[in-house]
């Protein structure tokens, strides 16, 4: 729910802002315009979303965020093939790149991380110094002076 009220409190500014210079929408607005909008809302939106959230359920995060990386690649790759697009010796050779650093992260094997027990509180052991802690309570009276005593 957080996601899609993000998604709306944007989409609200951006109307207001595009209101407040001056855009205003055409006449008639054409299918292709049309089913573009309806693709983006439902695959770039719905459905990319939904896809993170259960990865990031199953998967490692490391794993789960790579599509941040894959994106661009399939990106390029879509303008070459649908848009026309020329695409360039660098452009070929950073996509392989990142295709490899993606697959070296989906293959690399979980590393195990050990889990401290919590210590039990003992008068013997002495809390951590928490710079903010003075800040919200006093633990207790003020320290007296020596001139007090």
Do not use: D
Not at 85 to 108: D, F, H, M, P, R
């Amino acid at each position: 729910m957080s996601v899609a009220a993000q998604m709306l409190a944007a989409g609200a500014i951006m109307v207001v802002a595009s209101v407040a210079t001056g855009e205003r929408p055409p006449a008639h607005l054409g299918l292709a315009p049309t089913l573009a909008l309806v693709h983006l809302v439902l695959f770039g939106s719905v459905l990319a979303y939904s896809a993170l959230n259960h990865l990031l359920r199953t998967e490692r995060p490391l794993l789960a965020t790579s599509y941040a990386f894959v994106n661009p690649v399939v990106a390029l790759a879509l303008g070459a093939m649908v848009g026309g697009e020329q695409v360039g010796g660098s452009e070929i050779v950073a996509a392989g790149l990142v295709v490899i650093g993606v697959g070296l992260v989906a293959t690399a094997p979980r590393q195990l991380t050990t889990v401290r027990p919590a210590r039990a509180a003992s008068s013997a052991i002495r809390p951590r110094w928490r710079p903010w802690s003075g800040l919200l309570h006093r633990a207790g009276p003020p320290a007296r002076t020596p001139a007090e005593t």
